[in-house]
C-alpha cells in the first residue's frame, strides 16, 4: 500500500486484534499473507527529500486505536 506522498506501507497483524504499519518504504520485500520472523528485513526505507536520510514511520493499533508505540518498542 502506498501513502499520501507515494512511499510503500507494510502492515502487519499480530494477531488478537494488534496491528503495526511501518511506512516512509521505498520498497517492500514482503507481500500480503506472508509469514514473517523477528528480524526480517521487511523492506528499504525511502530516501528524504534532498537525498538525505529517510524516517521510519510507526503505528501500532489495537483494535483500529492507535497507541503509544513506544512502551513496545522497549522491550526486550
Known amino acids: 500500500m502506498r501513502d499520501d ?3 510503500l506501507r507494510v502492515v502487519l497483524d499480530h494477531g488478537g486484534e494488534w496491528q503495526a504499519e511501518l511506512g516512509g518504504l521505498a520498497d517492500v520485500s514482503v507481500a500480503p499473507s506472508d509469514r514473517v ?9 525511502a530516501a528524504a527529500a534532498g537525498g538525505g536520510r529517510g524516517l521510519l514511520e510507526l503505528a501500532v ?4 486505536e492507535a497507541r503509544d508505540p513506544r512502551p513496545y518498542l522497549l522491550r526486550a
Open 5 to 7: 506522498a507515494g512511499a
Open 37 to 45: 520472523a523477528r528480524s526480517q528485513q521487511l523492506g528499504v526505507l
Open 61 to 64: 493499533r489495537l483494535g483500529g
